[in-house]
């Protein structure tokens, strides 16, 4: 059961896949720079593989989420154009 999406929703869309995307870009840049600040942390040094980790997954998530988003409005948008 799919439901139709309206030109102004797929734009909204868009515009929120875009900031996904470019939030999980800005997660991979700014792991090495935080990385070391977090080894210093006694109570995370021991862990800090698994924040890294944590961190990594979580600029996947954004980064896959933002494209698939981008993928679905961009389809959205071009399904709605009258000349198509």
């Given at each position: 059961m799919a439901t139709e999406i309206t030109p102004e929703k797929a734009k909204l869309q868009l515009i929120w896949g875009a900031a996904l995307l470019l939030a999980g870009i800005g997660v991979f840049f700014r792991i090495p720079q935080v990385m070391?600040?977090?080894?210093?942390?006694?109570?995370?040094?021991?862990?800090?593989?698994?924040?890294?980790?944590?961190?990594?997954?979580?600029?996947?998530?954004?980064?896959?989420?933002?494209?698939?988003k981008i993928y679905f409005s961009v389809q959205a948008l071009q399904s709605k154009r009258p000349d198509a």
């Open positions: 070391p600040q977090i080894r210093e942390m006694t109570q995370l040094a021991a862990v800090s593989g698994f924040v890294k980790f944590c961190f990594y997954f979580m600029g996947v998530l954004l980064v896959g989420g933002g494209a698939r």
